[in-house]
């Protein structure tokens, strides 16, 4: 169900947005807009998803964040 939940908001949005040939999946040629977060979202709680923090942020193939 997680997994579910992670696929919506990443591959099925791009789909929904009609940008799934170039993003939406990590993949040579794609988009590489990414975040690292401090703990895997598919083992919490989904109470605690608002304490998770952000380490890395790549915008277009670029580090525009790191904490």
Not at 17 to 31: V, Y
Not at 36 to 59: G, N, S, W
């Amino acid at each position: 169900m997680a997994g579910d939940a992670l696929r919506a908001y990443t591959s099925t949005a791009a789909g929904q947005g009609f940008a799934d040939d170039f993003k939406g999946t990590l993949e040579p040629e794609r988009a590489a807009d990414l975040c690292a977060l401090d703990r895997p979202l598919l083992d919490l709680d989904p109470h605690e998803i608002t304490r998770v923090q952000v380490d890395l942020t790549v915008f277009d193939g670029r580090v525009v964040f790191e904490q």
